[in-house]
């Protein structure tokens, strides 16, 4: 018989949204229905019995959220819901596909045991006697799942069928996956967490005693007895005793993957205590820095570029790079190269002309992020954002400056992180960021993860950008090339115009590893797919900053004004016809002793902006007071060039009081720069400078003045061939004292003993070759020649 849909609603199970399948007898509004049909959300619902006699009912049509939600719904004509993955479709599918495929083979057989059905059989179709629930209990079709599985040759038991069954109805698909490929890998092992703690208790206690560290054996015995003491109660029992009593050798990896070592364990454990950089819960493994959206956590630092440059004043200095990464999209919103040159201070105690980045650069990288950066000309079109992946007609809309635009986003900060360099912790900078609504947050000391980005970023920028640079200096000495200086030179404004390229161009257009978008979370993203992925959680909003804004960046000093008007850098500045009259005197400030807050452009020093603070409201506070010897300098000058003016005028005996004169000095230090070297004729080379006058020396003397006169008569020659050298191998010629015994020829020697006794016989000469003393003894015995006569006076002496 069919089981009564009446009778069997008691029995049966609640469902979620995805349980009803075509053909289900469900209970909905006191009544059953039979979904006939899905449209979209729509279910279509025929009453399974005529609610009066003789009266056909009308089909229902309605949402399944609706059915689904309601107080009495439920499925009918089954005993359990279908396979659902809740929350766990991601992990499923990450498993291998073996494991995959094994669990999926397993929810078959188990919805033929449960549904009486096969997946994807009609609920029409008769079901299998073996499975038939009118035939068969539950317990009986477990076992003719298991004889069926072990004819296909799965030997399985009945009571492991029953068991995939329970697991699936409580896990769905999760539930049949093998056990074993689920297991992951704790960071201490097979070691109870309750051991772990006690053994930086115990490394705790010892650093607050006072004690010395001992070796590893005396710490593990230490933590043994505290275990034994703790826990004695769990020790009772081997099944609650199991992870808290180990050998040596366990406790020994575990002190290594703790990273403690007998000379390092009480740093290591006062580096736990108060939070270190690695997890106690995956040892080696760092926190990462992640933001929600752009501008949330922007990082700024500052590093050497290893390149060398040409400077202003024609020297060959380094430089430093200045960037402000965002942490969301991993832009660079922000870029500045400054020289990089030491100081010296020309015995006046002070330092002159000293260059490296200053608290006013910082604010300039600071000042970029609200504005964006204008492409140049020259540059390929690659670079332009129309037509790059930002969302240009949008940000174009929203901003008129987007019109000609670089392909890089404008990214405002919220929070700044710096570290603890004197540029970024500054009272500029820091008043430059809060006038902003910029949160300055500086990292810790000695914690690498706080700006591990900005870090990371400027190491890619060596490898990336500095290194392709014929002047790239590298950064160990010792592997600097010897001709670096000879390459040719970038000046520091072709240089940032290079780089501003290469973050457009290669930067922003590579894909990041730690960039993924959740809607496709298996690709790479470039930083501008990311901004343009992220922009709209917290959408645009045009930061254009007014001149008094912008006045507010700039450096800020706090002087006394008097009738001279008020000095910066050794500079005066003042107003004619008594305009600057109301502000001497007290500013009315107790902190800061009755000074006026001055700010000013070290670009552009011509000019300083006083804030009066006294101001009537709706009137401009800010009051333009000029360098009063400005009209001497008619070239753009900055506080370098006068650092540099003034150090020549001290060394030339000048008085730093006179203003007028260093004025003069950096204005032909202006023209002598802009004229160039001087041109030297070819045919008329630079005389050498003079050198200085010395005491002349006398003339060394001749060493042989003294010796007599060489007589050519008194001068031995040297014996020699007395023939020519082409007749020594001509072997027609019979060879001449051949017949000479070894004594003869030592006793023709001039010098030597005569042989002694026991010298062998004559020995016959056979080798061809004439003998030195023939050459005096041409002929039959004649006479050797007289003293300064030559070989080649004889008659047989050929030359």
């Given at each position: 018989?069919i089981?009564?849909?009446?009778?069997?609603?008691?029995?049966?199970?609640?469902a979620?949204?995805?349980t009803?399948a075509?053909?289900d007898t469900?209970?909905?509004r006191?009544?059953d229905?039979?979904?006939?049909?899905?449209h979209?959300?729509?279910l279509f619902l025929?009453?399974?019995?005529?609610?009066?006699?003789e009266?056909?009912a009308e089909?229902?049509?309605i949402?399944?959220?609706?059915?689904?939600s309601a107080?009495?719904?439920?499925?009918?004509?089954?005993?359990?819901?279908?396979?659902t993955?809740p929350?766990?479709?991601?992990?499923?599918?990450?498993l291998?596909?073996?494991?995959?495929?094994?669990?999926?083979?397993?929810?078959r057989?188990?919805k033929e045991?449960?549904?009486q059905?096969?997946?994807?059989?009609a609920?029409?179709?008769?079901p299998?006697?073996?499975?038939d629930?009118?035939?068969?209990?539950?317990h009986?079709r477990y076992?003719?799942?298991?004889e069926?599985l072990?004819?296909?040759g799965?030997?399985?038991?009945?009571?492991t069928?029953?068991?995939?069954?329970?697991?699936?109805?409580k896990?769905?698909?999760m539930g049949?996956v093998?056990?074993?490929?689920?297991?992951?890998?704790?960071?201490h092992?097979?070691?109870d967490a309750?051991?772990v703690d006690?053994?930086?208790?115990v490394?705790?206690?010892e650093?607050a005693?006072?004690l010395s560290?001992?070796?590893?054996?005396r710490?593990?015995?230490r933590?043994e007895?505290?275990v034994?003491?703790?826990?004695?109660?769990?020790l009772?029992?081997?099944?609650?005793?199991?992870?808290?009593?180990?050998?040596?050798?366990t406790?020994y990896?575990?002190l290594?993957r703790?990273?403690i070592?007998?000379e390092?364990?009480?740093?290591?454990?006062?580096?736990?205590?108060?939070?270190?950089?690695i997890?106690s819960?995956?040892?080696?493994a760092?926190?990462a820095t992640?933001?929600?959206?752009p501008?949330?956590?922007?990082?700024?630092?500052?590093?050497?570029?290893d390149?060398?440059?040409?400077g202003?004043?024609g020297?060959?200095?380094s430089?430093?790079?200045?960037i402000?990464?965002d942490?969301?999209?991993?832009?660079?919103?922000?870029s500045?190269?400054?020289?990089?040159?030491v100081?010296?201070?020309?015995?006046?105690g002070?330092?002159l002309?000293?260059?490296a980045?200053r608290?006013?650069?910082?604010?300039q990288?600071?000042a970029?992020?609200?504005?964006?950066?204008?492409?140049?000309?020259?540059?390929?079109p690659?670079?332009f954002?129309?037509g790059?992946?930002?969302p240009?007609?949008?940000l174009l809309a929203?901003?008129?400056?987007?019109a000609?635009?670089?392909?890089?986003p404008?990214?405002?900060p919220?929070?700044i992180?710096?570290?603890?360099?004197?540029?970024f912790?500054s009272?500029?900078?820091?008043?430059?960021?809060?006038?902003?609504?910029?949160?300055?947050?500086?990292?810790?000391?000695?914690?690498?993860?706080?700006?591990?980005?900005?870090?990371r970023?400027?190491?890619?920028?060596?490898?990336?950008?500095?290194?392709?640079?014929?002047t790239?200096?590298?950064?160990?000495?010792d592997?600097?090339g010897?001709?670096v200086?000879k390459?040719?030179?970038w000046?520091?404004a072709?240089?940032?115009?290079l780089?501003e390229q290469?973050?457009v161009?290669?930067?922003q257009?590579?894909?990041?590893?730690?960039?993924?978008?959740?809607?496709?979370p298996?690709?790479?993203?470039?930083?501008n797919?990311m901004?343009?992925a992220?922009?709209s959680?917290?959408?645009?909003?045009?930061?254009a900053?007014a001149?008094?804004?912008n006045?507010?960046l700039?450096?800020?000093?706090w002087v006394r004004?008097?009738?001279?008007?008020?000095?910066?850098?050794?500079r005066?500045?003042?107003?004619?016809?008594?305009?600057?009259?109301?502000?001497r005197?007290?500013?009315?400030l107790?902190a800061?002793?009755g000074?006026?807050e001055?700010h000013?452009?070290p670009?552009?020093?011509?000019v300083?902006w006083l804030?009066?603070?006294r101001a009537?409201?709706?009137t401009?506070?800010?009051?333009?007071v000029p360098?009063?010897?400005?009209?001497?300098l008619?070239?753009?000058?900055?506080?370098e060039?006068w650092?540099?003016?003034?150090?020549?005028?001290?060394a030339?005996?000048?008085n730093r009081?006179?203003?007028?004169?260093i004025?003069?000095?950096t204005?032909?230090?202006?023209?002598?720069?802009?004229?160039?070297p001087?041109?030297t004729?070819?045919?008329?080379?630079?005389?050498?400078?003079a050198a200085?006058s010395r005491?002349?020396l006398p003339?060394?003397?001749?060493?042989?003045?003294?010796?007599?006169?060489?007589?050519?008569?008194s001068?031995r020659?040297?014996?020699?061939l007395?023939?020519?050298?082409?007749?020594l191998?001509?072997?027609?010629?019979?060879v001449?004292?051949?017949e000479?015994?070894?004594?003869?020829f030592?006793?023709?020697?001039?010098?030597?003993?005569p042989p002694?006794?026991?010298?062998?016989?004559?020995?016959d000469?056979?080798?061809?070759?004439?003998?030195?003393t023939?050459t005096f003894r041409?002929g039959?015995?004649?006479a050797?020649?007289?003293?300064?006569?030559l070989?080649s006076?004889?008659?047989d002496?050929?030359?």
């Open positions: 018989m089981l009564d849909p009446r009778r069997a609603a008691g029995a049966s199970v609640s979620v949204a995805d009803i075509l053909g469900i209970r909905f006191g009544a229905w039979v979904v006939t049909a899905f979209g959300p729509r025929d009453a399974a019995e005529s609610l009066e006699p009266e056909l089909p229902l049509i949402l399944q959220t609706a059915v689904t107080p009495d719904f439920a499925v009918l004509n089954r005993a359990a819901p279908r396979s993955l929350g766990r479709i991601g992990e499923f599918h990450a291998p596909r073996d494991v995959r495929k094994a669990a999926e083979r397993w929810e057989h188990v045991v449960l549904h059905q096969a997946p994807n059989v609920a029409t179709t008769a299998k006697p073996a499975f629930p009118r035939l068969r209990t539950l009986q076992q003719a799942k298991a069926q072990c004819l296909a799965v030997p399985v038991s009945a009571a069928v029953e068991r995939k069954c329970a697991a699936w109805r896990e769905g698909l049949l093998d056990k074993r490929h689920l297991r992951t890998e704790t960071p092992g097979r070691v309750r051991v006690i053994v930086w208790e490394l705790d206690d650093r005693r006072g560290p001992g070796t590893l054996s710490l593990i015995n933590v007895q505290t034994r003491v703790r826990y004695a109660q769990l009772a029992d081997p099944k609650t005793a199991r992870g808290l009593v180990h050998s040596p050798a406790f990896r575990l290594g703790l990273g070592t007998a390092n364990a009480h740093h290591t454990a006062a580096r736990h205590a108060a939070g270190p950089a997890s819960a995956r040892p080696g760092r926190r992640w933001a929600r959206w501008g949330e956590l922007v990082q700024i630092d500052t590093t050497g570029l390149v060398l440059v040409l202003d004043d020297r060959v200095i430089v430093e790079l200045t402000a990464i942490v969301a999209t991993r832009s660079i919103v922000g500045l190269i400054v020289p990089k040159r100081g010296r201070t020309g015995g006046t002070r330092w002309a000293g260059r980045t608290s006013f650069d910082t604010m990288v600071v970029q992020t609200t504005a964006p950066l204008p492409a140049r000309p020259g540059w390929a690659e670079t954002m129309e790059s992946d930002l240009f007609e949008d929203a901003d008129p400056r987007f000609g635009a670089a392909a890089r404008v990214i405002k919220e929070t992180v710096i570290d603890h360099g004197s540029p912790i009272e500029d900078f820091t008043r430059a960021c809060h006038s902003l609504g910029i949160e300055v947050r500086e990292a810790r000391l000695r914690t690498a993860p706080d700006k591990a980005i900005v870090e970023a400027m190491r890619a920028v060596k490898t990336g950008f500095s290194q392709h640079l014929a790239y200096t590298h950064h160990r000495l592997l600097r010897k001709r200086r390459q040719p030179l000046t520091i072709q240089l940032q115009e780089f290469w973050v161009l290669h930067w257009q590579t894909p990041h590893g730690a960039l993924r978008s959740p809607f496709t298996g690709l790479r993203l470039t930083p797919q901004y343009a992220l922009v959680l917290r959408g645009y909003r045009s930061t900053l001149g008094q804004e006045r507010k700039l450096p800020a000093v004004v008097n009738r001279k008007g008020f000095q910066i850098n050794n005066t500045y003042n107003l004619g016809r008594g305009k600057l009259d109301p502000c005197g007290s500013s009315g107790a800061k002793q000074r006026w001055v000013y452009s670009d552009h020093p011509e300083a804030f009066n603070h009537q409201p709706g401009d506070p800010w009051i333009e360098f009063i010897h400005r009209r001497l008619d070239d753009r000058w900055t506080e060039t650092a540099e003016a003034l150090h020549i005028h001290l030339g005996g000048g009081r006179d203003e007028a004169a004025a003069r000095a204005s032909q230090l202006l023209h002598n720069a802009a004229q160039g001087p041109a004729p070819a045919s008329k080379p630079t005389p050498r400078p200085p005491p002349t003339a060394p003397a001749e060493p042989y003045d003294d010796m007599p006169p060489l007589d050519p008569d001068v020659p040297f014996r020699s007395d023939r020519p050298a082409g007749d191998f001509d072997a027609s010629e019979p001449r004292g051949a000479q015994s070894l004594e003869q030592l006793a023709s020697l001039p010098g030597l003993p002694s006794p026991s010298v062998p016989g004559p020995v000469d056979t080798d061809g070759m004439p003998h030195p023939n041409a039959s015995g004649s050797s020649p007289s003293p300064g006569g070989p006076d004889e008659p002496g050929a030359r």
